[in-house]
């Protein structure tokens, strides 16, 4: 393990807070687990930063778990009075992931492997969530929301149906496209879950590592230009793609989900080695933020990042491998 990830407490009074610290620090977690039920559209952002926090407060406080706890708690009593206990529950639902990370890097584990037991984590507390809400309302949220996403899509189709301004051609192409949503969306679902968690995981890692050292001179993990995968994942990506080609129908909705988590996860690395680059020509942070925007939220981007990704396996790009590692392959 890093010098720096050693210990569970902050450089400042061992990690000791006074009492007005104390009480800000609590009632901040319990607003960001508050707000998003006080308006989704204008604070549901926050929701995505709460492991970022129980990832923070680990860190910086010695007793930060008391203040999760109490800012818990206190956002629990509050959202009785406003009616947003469900909400406040499913806000509460990252909470563990955040633990799970901080845990992770007091232990020195690699970034891969962090993000591995934070993701696990994450995604059994939405499983039970689901499976509590099943059982309590009689109804499977899922089947709920793909029944209402086919009634939207009907009543939709139904306007344009109706509409004296929509070309016949425009409709057909609007009934396949709807058709096609209908048919694909029920069987990717799992995959989308799962990116949504990966994405969350994979933003509170490179986020916190940053936080973390400016505020408390402890490091998680190394630097995110160093963070790469498990050469052996790569068969993953691989065996997704060759199920997805295969003509037995379950075995392609299989793997199609595959392909697109571990399309998502090449993807992170190939971040990291495009960060790994332009940190190394000390490219300015202005060109920096627009590499990273085009790169991350443009098709073609998103494809270069992944084949990137993916080179960094068998290419090593950044000369990261040890000789070591590298002789062992050449006997494979």
Request: proline share 4%; glycine share 8%; aromatic share 12%.
């Amino acid at each position: 393990m890093d010098a720096e990830a050693k210990g569970t407490v902050s450089t400042d009074s061992e990690g000791k807070a006074a009492t007005p610290t104390s009480v800000i620090c609590i009632i901040l977690f319990s607003l960001a687990l508050l707000l998003p039920a006080v308006h989704i559209g204008l604070f549901g952002w926050i929701y995505f930063m709460i492991p970022l926090l129980v990832l923070f407060y680990l860190y910086r406080w010695r007793h930060g778990l008391t203040f999760i706890g109490a800012g818990l708690l206190l956002a629990l009593v509050v959202s009785i009075f406003i009616s947003s206990v469900d909400i406040v529950i499913f806000s509460s639902a990252l909470i563990p992931a955040g633990y799970s990370l901080a845990q992770s890097g007091f232990r020195g584990d690699s970034p891969s492997m962090s993000g591995f037991k934070g993701l696990i984590v994450l995604i059994s507390c939405w499983l039970l969530l689901l499976t509590m809400q099943t059982a309590l309302s009689g109804v499977n949220p899922i089947t709920g929301f793909l029944g209402s996403l086919d009634a939207n899509i009907e009543r939709t189709l139904e306007y344009y149906r109706q509409s004296d301004s929509v070309a016949p051609e425009t409709l057909s192409i609007l009934e396949e496209s709807f058709l096609q949503m209908k048919t694909i969306l029920p069987n990717i679902l799992a995959s989308i879950m799962v990116s949504l968690a990966l994405l969350i995981i994979w933003s509170t890692m490179l986020l916190g590592n940053r936080m973390v050292v400016k505020f408390t001179g402890y490091r998680p993990w190394a630097d995110h230009q160093t963070w790469r995968l498990p050469d052996k994942l790569i068969w993953l990506l691989i065996g997704g793609a060759v199920i997805t080609v295969l003509p037995l129908t379950p075995l392609r909705v299989v793997g199609s989900n595959l392909l697109i988590c571990m399309g998502l996860v090449y993807i992170f690395q190939g971040f990291a080695v495009l960060s790994f680059f332009l940190h190394k020509w000390k490219a300015p942070q202005v060109v920096r933020f627009l590499l990273y925007a085009m790169m991350l939220f443009q098709s073609f981007g998103t494809l270069l990042l992944l084949i990137i990704g993916i080179g960094e396996v068998w290419l090593d790009l950044r000369r990261l491998k040890k000789p070591k590692d590298l002789h062992n392959k050449s006997d494979q």
